[in-house]
């Protein structure tokens, strides 16, 4: 079964500093897909960023990057230059995909609240 | 561009009461619908989607249910809700079931059962 696995409840970050959120997944399943998603205290789930696991390049998106690391089963999400807006819950999530498909239905950590201070 | 709403965006309602959410996606044609619950302090937690009108799968067994009357309608519903019903519920839409697709989120309906 498909697992994922956020070790860090909270996180405290100065403001435009870089800050890394862990995550560590588990799965059999040799073709997956990997997300970040950010909640703010309003509750919606605003996506950040997807890594497939054939993709041989770490995923970028502006300030956001993914540390994927297929052989211990991580994918950090790193946020560079933080703002007092980043803070929030963070969840990592993967479903399972192949080519062409995938089940579509994704499995979330339980998320880190990241504080920005300051 | 695609845009979800879902309502209403909060509610507080009895045990025993009956509950109806409702959620839309707009500017797409027969999308994957999801409905999610956060309890507090925790992940996720998937418990119906949809691949196209009528078509239901249930991920937990509970006292809720969903429907899919049209293409881009997604409802959750229950008879009789439950003190363990709280939560805040999430619906999600994805285009379609490609690889790399993801899954956009609307802006969650807070439900109290007292």
């Known amino acids: 079964a498909q697992k994922i696995t956020q070790t860090q409840p909270g996180m405290f970050v100065q403001e435009k500093e870089a800050v890394t959120l862990d995550c560590t997944y588990d799965?059999?399943?040799?073709?997956?897909?990997l997300f970040w998603y950010k909640q703010p205290s309003s509750g919606e789930m605003i996506f950040l960023i997807y890594?497939?696991?054939?993709?041989?390049q770490n995923a970028t998106e502006g300030r956001y990057s993914l540390n994927f690391q297929k052989a211990r089963k991580s994918a950090n999400l790193v946020i560079s230059a933080s703002q007092l807006g980043d803070s929030a819950m963070y969840f990592c999530?993967?479903?399972?995909?192949?080519?062409?498909?995938?089940?579509?239905?994704?499995?979330f950590g339980k998320g880190t609240k990241l504080s920005v201070k300051p | 561009s695609q845009t979800i709403h879902q309502w209403p965006a909060t509610l507080v309602q009895p045990v025993g009461s009956p509950l109806s959410l409702e959620c839309t996606v707009e500017?797409?044609?027969?999308?994957?619908l999801y409905w999610y619950r956060q309890a507090a302090g925790r992940g996720l937690q998937l418990l119906f989607y949809?691949?196209?009108?009528?078509?239901i799968s249930s991920e937990v067994p509970q006292n809720l249910s969903a429907s899919r009357p049209q293409d881009r309608q997604f409802i959750l519903s229950s008879k009789k809700l439950l003190l363990s019903d709280s939560g805040f519920y999430l619906c999600?839409?994805?285009?379609?079931?490609?690889?790399?697709?993801?899954?956009?989120f609307g802006e969650g309906s807070w439900l109290t059962v007292v």
């Open positions: 799965t059999s399943d040799q073709s997956y897909g």
């Open positions: 949809s691949v196209g009108i009528g078509q």
């Open positions: 999600a839409w994805r285009q379609d079931r490609s690889s790399g697709n993801t899954i956009y």
């Open positions: 500017g797409t044609s027969n999308p994957n």
């Open positions: 890594q497939g696991s054939y993709d041989e």
């Open positions: 999530a993967m479903r399972e995909e192949w080519w062409g498909g995938s089940q579509g239905n994704l499995i």
